[in-house]
């Protein structure tokens, strides 16, 4: 019976061996093969693939006509798709087109382990002594989006002192070509297929930069350039007053198209191009020379007009080219009023800075040829207060707003602002995941994706032990970035505050409120802790980088604002040395990377707070989720709002509560929304209805800038309140969407 037994298991472990194909024996290297002639990206692409392989092995793969991968070509996959399956002893890689390849090898890369961050974030992958695949696996991926990528912006506080001070030393200001590839390259990982280089004052405009365009060719990345920088050319650096004289479409027009003729004829030979058209000023201030809106309205359309005819002259037919026209502030107003856009170009729609898109295409937009598509930011620079310390934007309002641009049509062009892609890290790769593939992430499955990126990151053990802290980290931040704090606000008025910069003085929390809010980050701080040992000695940079630095950080944030003087200070000088470890990481490698105040402003100062004196109301906080009754079409989205599970309504959707208060009396029933925008640009309404009562109707819509917007923006709520008199005993609340992209975070009781 024993001896019968055996045999079974032994033939149940060779039926279970012959379902898997080993394509690493432990023993010898990994064999490929790729097509005689194949575009640059693929040989990026086998370069960066062979060495993951041989961080994994022990061994780099080599070339061979019998070769365990096969990377080919096919026509039945569309642009950037790729296929990879198991036929026979051999994984077929098929691409659509070379960047659909390089998507498939590196694929093969996470298969194998490897983490798109293994450079940038300092991912050691794990060793592996044998390597296998299912025989029946296959995948089959094409993006959601043509084309997907960062803007590198506001670069002054940490990419670029980093590039031009310790990765590739260079003049101040300098962002080189290694830079450049690295940055292309990690795109490369994370199937992203474009960028609009670097543009700040005092930064190397990126065609200045000897073989950068290559570089990017090499990577398969399309160049672009910002709302305010037309056809390729970077205003700030290369613009010259004395030698151009003004940046003035009115008065100086044949200045101003010579100066894009030049880039025009420099890149007429290249692939790779993405026109911006329109015109600002140099410095994103509104157009030179005209007064009036219909002045306005007037140059631009003939700004517009010109343009298309230069590209047909110095690149080709207008509408074979990848243009994009940007209704930015007093733009959207001239779009509005009838500025002629043509058909092919591609409309790029903006969310306020903050990541609430301010306005989704429309019926007659989304029938557009060139379709339309997001500006979005993850860090920002201006009014009412900068983000540029941490990246800390909440998964939920990043897929919210996505999946809403992408229901909308909006599917031509994805970019995401972003100061550094090391710190913008997990935030930026849910943006590319989306807009590589828009269903493989859900408003129910955020949690699952974040903590599938943990364990891809830091192994299943300690992956799965920290999710709930990154969690709570999102969730402290949805309420307040660290960088808001200080309750302080920017570019005010220069008569009035020194450098236009408000100083940290009173916060409107009690200290109970105020100790609430320390305690739930000491318990992130010690979950922190606990997980830290389960990590892989070669990961605690990874670590420390990712998880560490941004959690112990804005704790030590929250306890400089919030607590005494000398806990404060103590905050503080935690804070530079956290910042001084960050920078001392892997030999130096990211030295002058992370800054702890940027733009020197008053929160990040040593200095603290007073605490609001009020008679703290006796308030019942209830989550928008946690409905009695709703109607179809809801959506609950994690990881949004305070409560993180806000409550996206379609329009003429309902959500109905059931609660009870012990005392007859005046009662303020105050609903909190996510401060979104009309998606028509029209209105955003909703209502309040208590015991079946008339509705009072609230529009959430405010002036881009106004100071409720500010307020909304900065603690992530839009609040409005109903006063009613209730007797003792059971009430309903009923909460009513009277246009679309209403979301309900929570509602409370006074």
């Known amino acids: 019976m024993r001896t019968i037994l055996l045999i079974f298991l032994l033939m149940l472990t060779g039926q279970m061996q012959a379902s898997n194909l080993t394509w690493f024996d432990g023993q010898h290297p990994i064999t490929y093969q790729l097509p005689r002639k194949v575009e640059p ?42 296929r990879l399956s198991v036929k026979g002893e051999s994984i077929i890689i098929e691409g659509g087109n070379g960047r659909g390849m390089a998507y498939g090898l590196l694929e093969l890369s996470r298969l194998a382990g490897v983490s798109p961050w293994i450079w940038w974030g300092d991912v050691v992958p794990e060793k592996k002594n044998q390597l296998v695949i299912d025989k029946d696996y296959l995948s089959q991926q094409q993006p959601s989006v043509a084309y997907r990528g960062i803007f590198l912006n506001d670069e002054d506080w940490s990419l670029r002192r980093w590039s ?39 930064t190397t405009p990126f065609f200045l930069i000897p073989g950068a365009k290559a570089v990017a060719d090499s990577c398969g990345i399309v160049i672009g350039t910002s709302h305010c920088e037309p056809l390729l050319r970077n205003n700030v650096g290369e613009w010259d007053v004395n030698t151009r004289g003004d940046f003035n479409y009115k008065t100086n027009c044949a200045s101003v198209q010579q ?132 990246t800390t934007s909440q998964p939920g309002l990043i897929y919210h707003e996505l999946r809403e641009a992408y229901d909308h049509q909006m599917r031509q062009l994805w970019i995401a602002n972003v100061h ?33 990126w943990l364990c891809l990151q830091f192994g299943e053990e300690a992956g799965q032990r920290i999710f709930p802290a990154m969690h709570e980290f999102y969730r402290l931040c949805g309420e307040r970035r660290p960088e808001f704090m200080g309750w302080t606000q920017v570019e005010l008025d220069k008569r009035k505050y020194h450098r236009g910069l408000s100083p940290v003085t009173q916060v409107p929390l009690t200290a109970q409120e105020a100790s609430a809010r320390l305690a739930a980050f000491q318990r992130m701080e010690a979950l922190e802790r606990e997980c830290r040992p389960l990590v892989r000695p070669e990961l605690l940079d990874a670590w420390f ?36 470890q960050y920078n001392a990481m892997n030999n130096g490698k990211w030295r002058h990377l ?62 109905s509560y059931r609660f009870e208060v012990e005392h007859e009396a005046d009662y303020t029933v105050q609903t909190a929304l996510i401060p979104t925008h009309p998606a028509d640009g029209k209105d955003l309404r909703f209502s309040v209805s208590i015991d079946g009562q008339a509705p009072v109707m609230f529009s959430l819509k405010e002036p881009f800038r106004s100071e409720q917007w500010k307020e909304n923006v900065l603690c992530g709520q839009a609040i409005r309140d109903v006063s009613i008199h209730l007797a003792a005993g059971a009430h309903t609340l009923t909460i009513r969407a009277l246009d679309n992209h209403i979301v309900v975070d929570e509602w409370k009781l006074e």
């Open 164 to 202: 031009c001070q310790t990765f590739e030393p260079a003049p101040e200001g300098h962002i080189g070509t290694a830079t450049y590839k690295k940055i292309f390259q990690l795109l490369l990982r994370l199937r992203a297929n474009a960028v609009w280089p670097a543009m700040h004052p005092g």
């Open 420 to 452: 550094d892609p090391k710190v913008a890290g997990y935030d930026l790769e849910l943006f590319l995941d989306l807009a590589w593939n828009i269903d493989g992430v859900s408003h129910s499955t955020l949690n699952d994706h974040l903590r599938a």
């Open 594 to 655: 992370m800054d702890a105040a940027p733009r020197r402003l008053p929160v990040f100062d040593d200095v603290h707070a007073t605490l609001a004196d009020y008679h703290q109301p006796n308030l019942r906080t209830f989550r928008a989720c946690d409905f009695t009754e709703a109607s179809r079409g809801i959506r609950i989205i994690q990881m949004l709002g305070h409560s993180m599970n806000a409550v996206a309504l379609p329009k003429d959707g309902q959500l």
């Open 41 to 82: 990206v693929v040989e990026t692409a086998l370069a960066m693939w062979k060495d993951d392989m041989r961080q994994v092995t022990g061994l780099t793969p080599v070339a061979s006509r019998h070769a365990t991968i096969r990377v080919v070509r096919t026509k039945s996959l569309p642009v950037d798709g790729f």
């Open 259 to 390: 100066y894009w003729v030049e880039r025009m004829k420099a890149v007429s030979q290249s692939s790779g191009n993405m026109f911006t058209i329109g015109m600002r000023g140099i410095h994103d201030g509104s157009m030179e020379g005209y007064q009036t809106m219909d002045e306005k309205l007037v140059g631009l359309q003939q700004v517009i007009d010109d343009q298309q005819a230069l590209i047909r002259q110095y690149i080709g037919k207008p509408e074979k080219q990848m243009q994009v026209f940007v209704p930015y502030k007093e733009v959207l107003q001239l779009y509005e009023a009838g500025l002629r856009v043509p058909d092919y170009v591609t409309l790029l729609w903006c969310d306020d800075n903050y990541g609430y898109l301010t306005r989704l295409s429309d019926v007659k937009d989304q029938r557009r040829q060139g379709g339309a598509g997001i500006y979005y930011h993850l860090s920002y620079w201006g009014r009412p207060h900068d983000y540029l310390w941490l």
């Open 545 to 580: 980088a990712a998880i560490q630095y941004p959690l112990l950080a804005s704790a030590a944030m929250n306890r400089k604002i919030l607590s005494d003087s000398i806990q404060s200070h103590q905050a503080y000088e935690e804070i530079l040395s956290l910042t001084q």
